[in-house]
Every structure is written in C-alpha cells, then in structure tokens.
C-alpha cells in the first residue's frame, strides 16, 4: 500500500499497469474505474462496487462476485489472456 500520492505519479502508476482491479466489497462509486479507463486500462471490479453497472464484461472489464476470490482470480486470467490495451480503449464508451 502506497498511500497518498500526488498526481504524476498516479498516472505513472496507472501507465505502468497491464489492469486495474477494484476489490472493494461495498463502496458507492469508485472514481478508480474512470482513472483506469482515461489511462486506457481494463477494469477489474467486484459485485459490490457502483462502478460494476458500468462494466461490460469482456468490452472494458470483467466483473467478479464479492468476496469470491477464485472468481476474482479467473477474472484476472481473463482479462490477461485478451487484448487489454483495446479493453482498456473501449473504457466507459
């Protein structure tokens, strides 16, 4: 865990990732999902995040049952699998 970090090194973050995964099991509405999509990354979010509803699996991201971690770990297979720099494009369109 990282902590705060300011904002340049928040998107070399993002850039230097292959996915972003949004484990959480009950929040809102993550603003994690439209940072990993302006920074063209897939989404990996459970049930239990708002963001999910925005999700289309295997279009931007995948979704995974709460608190289900072979789900969460098939979800990652998947995505790793895909072409994730499209999935990642394809983002909240």
Known sequence: MLGFVDDKRLAALYEASRLVILPSQLEGFGITT???W???KPVIVSSGAGSSELVAN?????VFRA???EDLAGRM???LKMDGDSMGETGGK
């Open 67 to 69: 608190n289900d971690v």
């Open 38 to 40: 302006i920074h063209g």
């Open 58 to 62: 295997g279009v931007n991201g995948f």
């Open 77 to 79: 297979m998947d995505a």
């Open 34 to 36: 439209l940072e990993a």
